[in-house]
């Protein structure tokens, strides 16, 4: 098949691509490298600051538009596909749609379906937008509500899961706000890993237990790592001689790998359900999680043995407590790192993953 694939998050095109290349297909992806992030992609569409920059990208998508044309799959990372305003991406969308034979909606990550799920019906305990029956009131959570809520992202965002052949939902979080809407169109497929050539899982020889925190810009408050971080540093100041931790801030795709290499935990997402794609590539090199790993995580994808994230509440007390339970107990870390490892293998490697996209997109 020829695929498109539009967009990224978090290196999951690339991962896919990568996979479905190794099924004979041939794959295009085309992104702005998740902003800062900066994934690989065959084709650029970072935009440049400014009313010039949103110019250029404008140019730069039309001039490749017809080279966009007879895809056998055409998929997107979400509504906003590219970075424009929604309302310059209705006739783009359309486009796509005319000329091609499938399109698919990636259920990734932010977009109307999960802000107005999260803040009204509530299906979840906890979530980047409500805690039990609360709505989240910081910022970050208002300005998504802004953004979603009533503006040309909920119209593109209905008009696109109306109108496309399929929705992909990447976690458990993600299949409950669509799946209610689309229930014969909404898929849930793992997020890709591809499974480094050697991992340790070996417990920890050095006298500290070593924990790395990723934080990205503008978006530590709304992901609880604020929270994550300053139970670190406490735990780090009372267990000195125990704990070591390594801090990774707004740093690109590579340097992050590199940076989380040798550590035994890694601290993720305070209000997720699930393992996204940073942790779950830390489980895929031995790095235990300690964030989202609620029941519905394991039930979504059938495991009924392994259970190698430590699951933490969003709160304060919760990842202190979990955190000071691992460095007190070191003997746990080479039976969480072999789940770890085992974990992805069984569930999200990637030419395992591209084969039930290849399923997806043949039927």
């Known amino acids: 098949m020829k695929i498109l694939l539009l967009g990224e998050y978090s290196n999951v095109h690339w991962t ?27 084709i650029d569409f970072a935009r440049k600051t400014g009313k010039i920059g949103g110019i250029c990208l404008m140019a730069k998508i039309y001039a490749h538009l017809p080279k966009f044309r007879n895809y056998d799959v055409v998929q997107i990372i979400n509504p906003m596909f590219f970075e424009l305003r929604a309302e310059r991406l209705f006739p783009i969308y359309r486009y796509l749609r005319r000329h091609n034979k499938k399109m698919i909606l990636g259920a990734f990550g932010m977009d109307w379906y999960w802000v107005h799920t999260c803040t009204y019906d509530k299906p979840l305990r906890y979530s980047d937008f409500n805690i039990g029956d609360r709505v989240r009131t910081d910022e970050p959570a208002l300005k998504e509500q802004r953004d979603w809520l009533g503006t040309a992202k909920e119209r593109l965002n209905r008009m696109i899961a109306d109108d496309c052949d399929a929705i992909v939902t990447g976690l458990y979080e993600y299949d409950v706000c669509y799946r209610p809407h689309f229930p014969e169109k909404t898929r849930f497929i793992p997020f890709p890993i591809k499974m480094p050539e050697t991992c340790s899982t070996e417990q920890c020889k050095r006298s500290k237990v ?10 530590s408050q709304y992901k609880g790592t604020d929270i994550m971080l300053k139970a670190a540093l406490d735990i780090r100041s009372k267990y000195a001689h125990r704990m070591k931790l390594n801090i990774a801030e ?46 519905e995580n394991y039930e979504i994808i059938d495991e009924r043995e392994l259970r190698p994230i430590i699951n933490v509440q969003p709160t304060y007390e919760s990842v202190y407590h979990e955190l000071e339970q691992l460095v007190l107990h070191p003997e746990r870390i080479s039976e969480l790192k072999r789940q770890s490892v085992e974990y992805v293998r069984r569930h999200h490697e990637y030419i395992k993953v591209a084969r039930q996209y290849e399923k997806l997109y043949l039927e």
Request: charged share 20%; glycine share 14%.
């Open 250 to 295: 707004g740093v690109p795709f590579a340097e992050y790998q590199q940076l989380m290499e040798g550590s035994d935990a890694i601290l993720d997402q305070l209000y997720s359900y699930t393992p996204s794609m940073n942790p779950l590539l830390a489980m895929s090199k031995g790095i235990i999680c300690i964030g989202g790993g609620e029941p």
């Open 210 to 219: 070593s924990v790395f925190i990723g934080i990205s810009k503008g978006r």
């Open 16 to 42: 896919l691509a990568e996979g479905l290349r190794q099924l004979g297909h041939e794959v295009t992806v085309a992104s702005n490298g998740d902003f800062w992030k900066d994934y690989p992609r065959d």
